[in-house]
């Protein structure tokens, strides 16, 4: 299976609303329930309105699209990432998966990845 690396900076944010958030940027993912509204965008796509952001995040998407009859493919990476004590904020689309982890792991979680036999692309 294929793992692309994404090239950018990533914030996870609360916003007041959706009023200011470039809905055009390349990456934007927006997520809304009873309790909050949340925004995981690039760093400098961040709006005015948040509330509570949390920096330093990258990503790696896992490539091409997933059948949704496919089983298990978040969780065996996520499994592989959770046994060497690196975190994950995962994100899913219609068509593939998210993965996010802190800068400081991004790096440990491709090599663990490539390991196990993912292959890794820029």
Do not use: H
């Not at 609303?17 to 997520?31: K, Q, R």
């Not at 952001?53 to 978040?74: E, N, T």
């Not at 899913?92 to 800068?103: H, W």
């Amino acid at each position: 299976m294929e793992i692309k690396k994404i090239a950018y900076d990533f914030s996870v944010c609360k916003v007041e609303d959706y009023s200011l958030i470039n809905l055009d940027a390349e990456y934007c993912f927006v997520g809304k329930t009873d309790e909050e509204m949340s925004l995981v965008c690039l760093t400098c796509d961040v709006p005015g309105n948040v509330t509570d952001r949390d920096d330093g995040w990258k990503a790696f998407r896992i490539q091409g699209v997933l059948d949704f009859s496919l089983i298990g493919i978040l969780s065996k990476i996520s499994s592989l990432l959770a046994e060497n004590e690196i975190g994950i904020f995962a994100i899913s689309t219609f068509n593939t998966d998210y993965i996010l982890t802190k800068k400081e792991n991004y790096d440990k979680a491709i090599d663990v990845l490539n390991r196990s036999g993912y292959q890794i692309t820029e």
